[in-house]
Antibody, heavy 128, light 109 residues
Framework: QLQLQESGPGLVKPSETLSLTCTVS??????????WVWIRQPPGRGLEWIGN???????YHNPSLKSRVTISVDTPKNQFSLKMSYVTAADTAVYFC????????????????????WGQGALVTVSS | EIVLTQSPDTLSLSPGERATLSCRAS???????LAWYQQRPGQAPRLLIY???SRATGIPDRFSGSGSGTDFTLTISRLEPEDFAVYYC??????????FGQGTKVEIK
């Protein structure tokens, strides 16, 4: 059974870089049948898509965050990572990683699909 | 740009009752590309339904999804105590393919 686990610092100072890693177990991160996603949820609020990475290494980022976000994959370690620069208090959230199914291929060359499973989430607080 | 609006924001029901949750899209969405998730307090979202009406592995048959075009529904036929949670719809067939609804909270009356 595939499992995902987020890890990284729970406290980041304003203007610094948030770094999180998602470790995938019970399956390969290299499968072309799936893509890998970062989503966040500010306290008491809904879900916001951050970005995703495909087995090819190509990435998609939410345009509202694009200039601050880097998503990468470490295939030998079966991990993918998120870096978000110049964080502010507005970036305080629970950060989830998830696996996406490659169900729909859009005109820009990206695959999309439902998300299953999800990691348990990691709370990151931005505060000095 | 597609926007998903869920209603109601909060649904107050008793165990054993039927819950009907709505997800309305601002533009037509292919039913193939509509999913529903459940999020219990302090937990990650869990996939319930994909393709508008297909139950994910291990999901009880009291959960069902339906709809097409701009109107989609998640129905819980008889609420169990563990079903009181927040439910989100998601579409991924139209730009931007990263859209969630704002969520409906099902609470105990």
């Amino acid at each position: 059974q595939l499992q995902l686990q987020e890890s990284g610092p729970g406290l980041v100072k304003p203007s610094e870089t948030l770094s999180l890693t998602c470790t995938v177990s019970g399956g390969s991160i290299s499968s072309s049948s799936y893509y890998w996603v970062w989503i966040r949820q500010p306290p008491g609020r809904g879900l916001e898509w951050i970005g995703n990475i495909y087995y090819s290494g190509s990435t998609y980022h939410n345009p509202s965050l694009k200039s601050r976000v880097t998503i990468s994959v470490d295939t030998p370690k079966n991990q993918f990572s998120l870096k978000m620069s110049y964080v502010t208090a507005a970036d305080t959230a629970v950060y989830f990683c998830a696996r996406g199914a490659t169900d729909y291929y859009d005109s820009n060359g990206y695959y999309w699909g439902w998300l299953d499973p999800w990691g348990q989430g990691a709370l990151v607080t931005v505060s000095s | 740009e597609i926007v998903l609006t869920q209603s109601p924001d909060t649904l107050s029901l008793s165990p054993g009752e039927r819950a009907t949750l709505s997800c309305r899209a601002s533009q037509s969405v292919s039913s193939r590309f509509l999913a529903w998730y459940q999020q219990r307090p302090g937990q990650a979202p869990r996939l319930l339904i994909y393709g508008a009406s297909s139950r994910a592995t291990g999901i009880p048959d009291r959960f069902s999804g339906s709809g097409s075009g701009t109107d989609f529904t998640l129905t819980i036929s008889r609420l169990e105590p563990e079903d009181f949670a927040v439910y989100y719809c998601q579409q991924y067939g139209s730009s931007p393919q990263r859209t969630f609804g704002q969520g409906t909270k099902v609470e105990i009356k």
